[in-house]
């Protein structure tokens, strides 16, 4: 059986890789998707026609727009993609989610994955009973095992997941390794671009066009500091998006989500305000850490997070600093990240007193030279 006809570029098949339950499946249509304009008597959805027990005028009896129109055409705007191309989900780990779902059998298909990298691909692909193969990144550069990534693919292989910026490591992957398997695969390609406004880098937004493969996965949790909110986006082609749009549950983002959004988004000079602060933020840490002894090293960050490696070690110090009322992320038991912490860029308060901590704890247990103790 010659396997590697299936996994190159000329061959992708949208249809022949979605899983036939789908495939033949007549979606639920909601009430709200039939009409929608707003003066008519709607006696169509069982809502509550006299309204909610609350002390403000609002609409929250009815269910919400179930594709989100007016955030779309919002986001639509800002990235200059139509609307068309744009799936909102319930968080990104929605469309994680969903992604699985439409592409892949369980027990049957597998995905591929490059540790260390984001934990949701793994675990979603535990949920459904898919395999997960791993193919770590290089050492220390956390690059793409492009030769490895080839021998292992088949044709079983329907999603790879691609972290850039990587999470925890938070570099950026080479967009010429990117662009290669994108090309090279006949699956799905999902790529995930949460950290992209932080990074010097392209979004493939603009690029949606070239790649009937690829799914780009961005959020507004992290750049436009909206966690809370849980809307995650999915930017693919129109026919993908069409799936996903059947698969998912009908009001998978509520009425306050998209209206606090669509505010948000209207503000962009405070969006841009806080971006600037954050990149300013990541470089003063970043030379503020080096100097600190125990910190054998500072890896280069696209996101708004620094991976650092302790030496001696990053336990005690994440305890250390707990103590001392700061949570870091302590990644240590994470392949290719020994000794490692991940720290999120915070407020220039936050960080100060974040070094001088680490300060602290560097000259309470080395004194000031740590690295000729050790070595
Ligand atoms: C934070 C993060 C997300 C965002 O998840 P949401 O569910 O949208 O909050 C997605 N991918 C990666 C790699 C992340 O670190």
Redesign the pocket.
Known sequence: MNQSKTIFFSNFDLNSLIRDNILNMDPYLSAREEFQEKDFIFLDANENSFGSPLSFSNSYNRYPDPLQMELKEKISKIKNIPSSKIFLGN???EIIDLIYRIFSRPKIDHSIIFPPT?GMYEISGKIHEVDVIKIHLTKEKYQLNLKKIENVINQYSKIIFI?SPN?PTGNDIKREDIQKVIKKFSGIVVL?E??IDFSDQESFSLEIEKYPNLIL?Q?L??SWGL?GL?I?MAIASEEIIQWMNKVKYPYNVNQISQEIAIQALDNKDLFFFHLKNILLERKYMKKSLKEIPIIEKVYPSSSNFLLVKITNSSRNLYKYLIENNIIVRDRSKIILCNECLRITVGTHDENKYLINQIKKYSKKYFGDHPKKINN
């Open positions: 968080g990104s780990n984001y972290c999470n995930d949460a950290y996965i959020t949790s992290k966690a849980r995650g």
